[in-house]
């Protein structure tokens, strides 16, 4: 589930003509968020449900996809082509043009300008920067509860319509209800990169490894919560370390006709939940951009360099913010700071 911005994803999606039907499928009910220390007492209850015009309203990930992919054509996405490398293949002057190898094998040319959106490890980005994004010292434990789960309705109730997200001591807790009432939950936990491997944990038996990992990491915490991690669906438990680049961070590489965006250009931790609006920021400036070669006769170089100057700025203060948030939720502050952690988040001013 994602929480989707006005003054970002929103604007986005009303450049591209989706806002209507983004606006069709977004889930207002879903704004509701309990936040709790980890006995579970309510620190703070909000919700933007019955606003006509609200701030941040929630949408499934793969009903966003799907909006925007059906507003393609159909052969715009070519599916099951992993990218292998993107290789430089003529110089003729400033005029470029790449060829795209594939892991089947295939490879497609052709292009001269190649923009990659392909995420925290990003093919394409080998042509701007040799820097491999950092760990930044938490990883994700991911769990899936359906409505076909035993434990299902007191872990429904319990996390309410939208988001539950509970702090104390190194470790959070952070869960959503989707569009299916399926909850997914996140335990974000302070630990070095390799730690699943050499965790002396059994993975192979989820549930017991499950409560070994709850006893280990969340041992003191209410058994409402513990439930968000050890009720787990069978074969739906997944391990995310989190990457994100520094303040500061930008290309040192030049290399014409080559661009790239979102957790491609600057991959950055969740913990102020704006990775998605970011992404879809940097294709509403980087779409202007390359409007600006067509209507001004800008050239492509210039276009890239204008749009990357902001992109960069915006990925710094996102990064500091998002470093700050990080700070204050896995080194044990009181609840209070948690609180403000979150008002920051929620004021909207973060992009
Ligand atoms: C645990 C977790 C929770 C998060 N929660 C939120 C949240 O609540 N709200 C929010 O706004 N953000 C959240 N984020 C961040 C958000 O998911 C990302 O910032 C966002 O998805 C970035 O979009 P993107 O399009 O740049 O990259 P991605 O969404 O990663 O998309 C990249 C695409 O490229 C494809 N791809 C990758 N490699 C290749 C290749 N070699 N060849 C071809 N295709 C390739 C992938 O399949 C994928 O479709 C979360 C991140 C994590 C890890």
Redesign the pocket.
Known sequence: ???VHKRSGQLALKKAGLIDQFRKAMRVDATEIYVRDRKGTVYLHHSEEGEDDPERPEIDRAVLRRILLDALDPDTVRWG????EAEVVTEDGKERAFRLHF?DGSAAEGFNIVIG???????VRRLRSDVRPPYVGIT?V?TNITPSNPSYPAISDFVGKGSCMAAGGNNIIMS?KNGDGSIRT?AMITTPEEWKDNSGIDWTSQRAALIQFADEFYGDWSDELRALIIECDEGELAF?P?YQFPPGYTFEKDCTGVTL????AH??T?FT???????MNDAYDLASAIEKVASEGLSVDDAFAEYEKDIFARATLNATRTDREQEVYFTGKPMSEVLKGLARAFDGSEI
């Open positions: 589930m994602l929480d082509k992993k990218l292998k892991a959106a392909d995420g925290t490890w990003s093919k994700v991911a959503q996140y995310r989190l965006l979102g957790d491609a991959v950055l969740p939940g704006i990775g998605v609006n970011v992404a």
